[in-house]
């Protein structure tokens, strides 16, 4: 079993960056890939980003391409989501997610909220 915690959201003006935390614990050996999803307000879940853990390729949606970067850290067991020149459209709630022994998403950390505005 494996348990998700996310963290690092926030106001932020339109241009400004954060960086989200998603901490990963009890059997993360088991996670063969981790992720981002977003559910911005009024809409459905979507995916943003992912890394395979052990080889640390990437993928991300093309709304977000360029601007966040996603990373994990082996000595931390923690994932990364670098966002950089935010607009009003990144607003949403940002979930933590994780293949564990399974080729779907099987494991999902409780969101932290977004919001960019001026």
């Known amino acids: 079993q494996v348990q998700l915690v996310e963290s690092g959201g926030g106001l932020v003006q339109p241009g400004g960056s954060l960086n989200l935390s998603c901490v990963a614990s009890?059997?993360?050996?088991?996670?063969?890939?981790l992720g981002w999803f977003r559910r911005a307000p009024g809409k459905e879940r979507k995916f943003v980003s992912r890394?395979?853990?052990?080889?640390?390729?990437?993928s991300y949606s093309d709304s977000v391409k360029d601007r966040f970067t996603v990373s994990w850290d082996h000595s931390k067991n923690t994932m990364y989501l670098q966002m950089n020149n935010l607009t009003p459209e990144d607003t949403a709630v940002y979930y933590c997610?994780?293949?564990?022994?399974?080729?779907?998403?099987?494991?999902w950390g409780q969101g932290t909220r977004v919001t960019v505005s001026s």
């Open positions: 890394i395979i853990r052990l080889e640390g390729s990437t």
């Open positions: 009890g059997s993360v050996f088991g996670i063969e890939r």
């Open positions: 997610t994780a293949q564990v022994y399974a080729s779907s998403w099987n494991t």
